[in-house]
């Protein structure tokens, strides 16, 4: 998956775990630059708020790590076959590029969802649009209204922007309605799991610990993973059980990665993630290190801090620290390698080379992983 950029080599029977599978860009801009450089393709294309939007739109895309175009390029890669036909590696693009795309809008909207105003260190398009409205002397809460709205209707545009990409793919009619059924499938899982992670927020409910995993596999695994690696399959023409070997070992991959992103939102480097360790803590989010820690004796404590928006650097540190001692760190330390152990023997016994999870399980297991 490192090499993913490079030109492809020819087909072969036994898939070359270290071969590529997106050409690229050389002197002509990619799906997802052109479909940038194009602007929103409206009769107010001069308007300047409109144009700053797409601007921020566009910042949107740029850093991270590019994890998902990744997959989409290995599972492609891993499921190639001599004498079968399949997409070919400008479609493989297209849609690597429409996913990314995917992942810019779900990550605009969930920032005003989380009420964010930074992304991967600087500031993100609720952050840029307040800063924009008290520059032009707006009252703070206002700023704020307006910033949020800024990242919902970025959110939407890059929305509509995947969904072209997709259906624009340079691919069979078939192989883009099966694409476009992923896309619709991992949408509405997506959407699910974000409303029912902020019902989790609301105190109302007491879910398990596998309840709360659930979550995370409708909330992460489902476009993040299961999307981009059958979207590679089905571009390599690959059968129906493959794509569903893959599917599993998507929601195997997505829930490993967002655990360990709830570690790094409590005790992650903000200087290499770039996000705060007090966001989660502030809001109270149920996540698996909570759900474990309600189980445990040091509830009580842990509950009489847990949820303050008001929450200092030093109580955050007791929370830490509570954390650990009861158990939890490493009760979700441990979830961590058991999905991960499980997505590898499940690729293996698909016949899929292990290079497709190489890269995953290095952002998994290091500080880095957050800012994918």
């Known amino acids: 998956m490192t090499a993913t950029w490079a030109p492809p080599g020819p087909r072969v029977q036994a898939p070359d775990p270290h071969a590529a599978a997106l050409p690229q860009h050389g002197a002509h801009p990619g799906p997802l630059e052109a479909f940038l450089a194009a602007g929103p393709g409206t009769d107010v294309d001069h308007d ?7 601007d921020a739109l566009g910042d949107a895309t740029r850093g991270g790590r590019r994890l998902r175009p990744a997959l989409v390029a290995a599972a492609y890669q891993a499921c190639r076959r001599d004498g079968r036909p399949d997409a070919g590696p400008a479609a493989v693009l297209h849609v690597a590029d429409a996913v990314e795309l995917l992942h810019a809008a779900f990550v605009m909207h969930d920032d005003v969802i989380d009420d964010d105003d930074v992304r991967r260190g600087r500031p993100n398009v609720v952050g840029t649009f307040t800063r924009r409205g008290v ?45 476009l059924d992923l896309l619709d ?20 409910d007491s879910p398990t610990l596998a309840e709360v995993l659930t979550v995370t596999e409708l909330k992460t695994a489902a476009y993040s993973f299961c ?24 929601r ?26 007090l966001g989660d803590l502030r809001e109270g ?56 152990r499980a997505a590898r023997e499940l690729t293996l016994a698909a016949g899929l080379p292990a290079s497709v999870l190489a890269d995953v ?12």
């Open 185 to 204: 499938r991992a949408v509405g899982a997506s959407a699910a799991g974000e409303l029912q992670d902020v019902r989790l927020a609301l105190g109302v």
């Open 48 to 54: 300047p708020e409109l144009a700053a939007l797409w």
């Open 285 to 340: 989010k149920l996540t698996a290190l909570v759900a474990h820690a309600r189980t445990t004796s040091a509830w009580p404590r842990i509950a009489a801090h847990l949820g303050d928006p008001a929450l200092t650097a030093a109580d955050a540190q007791l929370l830490r620290t509570e954390l650990e001692r009861c158990g939890s760190r490493e009760a979700v330390e441990v979830l961590v390698e058991q999905h991960l």
């Open 361 to 372: 399980e290095r952002l998994v297991r290091t500080r880095e992983g957050r800012a994918a």
């Open 227 to 250: 999307l981009p690696l059958c979207a590679g399959a089905v571009l390599a023409g690959a059968d129906a059980r493959t794509t569903a070997e893959l599917q599993r070992v998507g």
């Open 252 to 277: 195997l991959l997505g829930i490993a990665f967002q655990l360990r992103d709830d570690l790094l939102g409590v005790f992650g480097d903000e200087a290499v993630t770039g996000k705060s360790t």
């Open 135 to 179: 520059d032009a002397g707006a009252p703070g809460p206002a700023a704020r209204g307006y910033g949020r709205a800024a990242g919902i209707l970025a959110g939407d545009l890059a929305l509509v922007g995947a969904t072209r990409l997709l259906a624009t793919t340079p691919a069979a009619p078939g192989v883009v309605a099966a694409l």
